[in-house]
């Protein structure tokens, strides 16, 4: 019989689905890793019970953290993505021609040999030669940068653990340091619906807003992500994602995406009134 799995997103809510086979689990340093086979999302990737990702769309989430960044910066030649050890970002880092290296700083390389063998459609992105896979933590990877990168994307799992520092101003700070200075930084900023991560959600924001001159928060429709409703924030030295060039929006189409395309591009910054307060 098959068994049920509950992603708890508050103790008092989550999103329950079927399990028809349980094909891996283990604990690294970090974290339990598991993945598990379902009926409805097809393989799926949970991290101490949190789904990551699931086969049936995870291409909402890593186009949505990858595309509007690298259609905004007219020349993104070198990339850091933090965290994302699963290469689903990496893959769409490197659908852009005019990158020429993409460094992924992953706290956790069993999670990148898990992604080797359950999702090898989105390992197979590190086999390019322009992809460099290092495996330390991405905030001391940061402190001693500057000047390096022409788009930064962070990856990451929920604000606890390692993970929790990748929300805070002194990481921002070497994040801002190590961008050139047109460079653009592109966050995962968490669900704007759960409550308890509104005060994290609002103080990224205000922490953005003093580093960046540009601060663009967006969202996407994301089915089995906390409340379906998932939010990131762009920042921007230079770039406005807003005032693309008719040529680069048409660019899009040549990306051969499943949910982003020129229209979303544009509507996803326009935000629901209550995310609107939240930032305020
Ligand atoms: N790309 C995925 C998706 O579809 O939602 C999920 C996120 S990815 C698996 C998040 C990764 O961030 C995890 O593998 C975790 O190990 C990594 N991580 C957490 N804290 C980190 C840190 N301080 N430095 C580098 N990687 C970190």
């Given at each position: 019989?098959?068994?049920?799995?509950?992603?708890?997103?508050?103790?008092?809510?989550?999103?329950?689905?079927?399990?028809?086979?349980?094909?891996?689990?283990?604990?690294?340093?970090?974290?339990?890793?598991?993945?598990?086979?379902?009926?409805?999302?097809?393989?799926?990737?949970?991290?101490?019970?949190?789904?990551?990702?699931?086969?049936?769309?995870?291409?909402?989430?890593?186009?949505?953290l990858c595309h509007p960044s690298l259609l905004t910066h007219p020349q993104p030649e070198k990339v850091l993505i933090?965290?994302?050890?699963?290469?689903?970002?990496?893959?769409?880092?490197?659908?852009?021609?005019?990158?020429?290296?993409?460094?992924?700083?992953?706290?956790?390389?069993?999670?990148?040999?898990?992604?080797?063998?359950?999702?090898?459609?989105?390992?197979?992105?590190?086999?390019?030669?322009?992809?460099?896979?290092?495996?330390?933590?991405?905030?001391?990877?940061?402190?001693?940068?500057?000047?390096?990168?022409?788009?930064?994307?962070?990856?990451?799992?929920?604000?606890?653990?390692?993970?929790?520092?990748?929300?805070?101003?002194?990481?921002?700070?070497?994040?801002?340091?190590?961008?050139?200075?047109?460079?653009?930084?592109?966050?995962?900023?968490?669900?704007?619906?759960?409550?308890?991560?509104?005060?994290?959600?609002?103080?990224?924001?205000?922490?953005?807003?003093?580093?960046?001159?540009?601060?663009?928060?967006?969202?996407?429709?994301?089915?089995?992500?906390?409340?379906?409703?998932?939010?990131?924030?762009?920042?921007?030295?230079?770039?406005?994602?807003?005032?693309?060039?008719?040529?680069?929006?048409?660019?899009?189409?040549?990306?051969?995406?499943?949910?982003?395309?020129?229209?979303?591009?544009?509507?996803?910054?326009?935000?629901?009134?209550?995310?609107?307060?939240?930032?305020?």
């Amino acid at each position: 019989m098959n068994s049920w799995h509950t992603d708890y997103h508050s103790p008092n809510r989550g999103l329950s689905f079927e399990i028809s086979e349980s094909q891996y689990r283990e604990s690294s340093p970090y974290q339990t890793i598991e993945i598990v086979q379902t009926p409805e999302f097809g393989k799926v990737m949970l991290l101490d019970g949190v789904l990551m990702l699931t086969e049936k769309d995870e291409f909402v989430y890593h186009e949505m953290l990858c595309h509007p960044s690298l259609l905004t910066h007219p020349q993104p030649e070198k990339v850091l993505i933090i965290g994302g050890g699963d290469c689903g970002t990496l893959k769409r880092v490197l659908q852009h021609p005019a990158v020429r290296k993409a460094v992924q700083v992953e706290i956790d390389e069993m999670v990148s040999r898990v992604a080797k063998t359950f999702f090898p459609q989105l390992y197979e992105a590190s086999q390019d030669p322009r992809a460099e896979l290092r495996f330390e933590d991405g905030i001391a990877y940061l402190k001693d940068k500057a000047s390096e990168f022409d788009v930064i994307l962070v990856d990451s799992t929920d604000p606890v653990g390692p993970a929790e520092g990748l929300f805070r101003m002194s990481f921002l700070a070497d994040c801002h340091k190590a961008l050139k200075a047109d460079g653009i930084l592109c966050l995962q900023s968490e669900s704007p619906w759960i409550d308890a991560l509104q005060p994290i959600i609002r103080q990224v924001h205000l922490d953005l807003s003093s580093l960046f001159p540009i601060v663009k928060p967006y969202t996407a429709a994301i089915q089995t992500y906390q409340a379906g409703l998932w939010l990131f924030q762009m920042a921007s030295k230079q770039f406005s994602p807003l005032l693309l060039e008719p040529e680069r929006l048409e660019a899009i189409s040549r990306l051969d995406c499943r949910y982003y395309n020129s229209g979303i591009h544009t509507a996803a910054f326009f935000l629901p009134e209550f995310v609107r307060q939240i930032l305020r």
